[in-house]
Nanobody
Framework: QVQLVESGGGLVQAGESLRLSCAAS????????MGWFRQAPGKEREFVAS????????VYRDSVKGRFTISRDNAKNTVYLQMNRLKPEDTAVYYC????????????????????WGQGTQVTVSS
């Protein structure tokens, strides 16, 4: 069993920054690949970024490349999502997820690859 707790969401203006954190417990964090997803009202959950268990492989959705940075600190059992130059279309509930049986350096992009999910944190970007 893995518990994931996100924090760091909030209300910001377009162009500003936020850093989301996801603290994990219950299983060796370093053996899990981690991902961030988001879901806006009336839309399906979508992939944002993922990082392999050793941090060597990182994947982003195209619309956040150059603005968002995913990272992990295995000593603190925490994964981060630094979000810069935020846009109104980034408004959503952001979820972190853990893939506890990743293949080698996999950093999956589909929700079905993840085994555990946090409760989500709201990010609202005003124009």
């Amino acid at each position: 069993q893995v518990q994931l707790v996100e924090s760091g969401g909030g209300l910001v203006q377009a162009g500003e920054s936020l850093r989301l954190s996801c603290a994990a417990s219950g299983r060796p964090f370093s053996s899990s690949a981690m991902g961030w997803f988001r879901q806006a009202p009336g839309k399906e959950r979508e992939f944002v970024a993922s990082i392999s268990r050793n941090g060597r492989r990182i994947v982003y959705r195209d619309s956040v490349k150059g603005r968002f940075t995913i990272s992990r600190d295995n000593a603190k059992n925490t994964v981060y999502l630094q979000m810069n130059r935020l846009k109104p279309e980034d408004t959503a509930v952001y979820y972190c997820a853990a893939d506890i049986t990743p293949l080698n350096d996999a950093a999956a992009v589909v929700p079905g690859s993840y085994d555990y999910w946090g409760q989500g944190t709201q990010v609202t970007v005003s124009s």
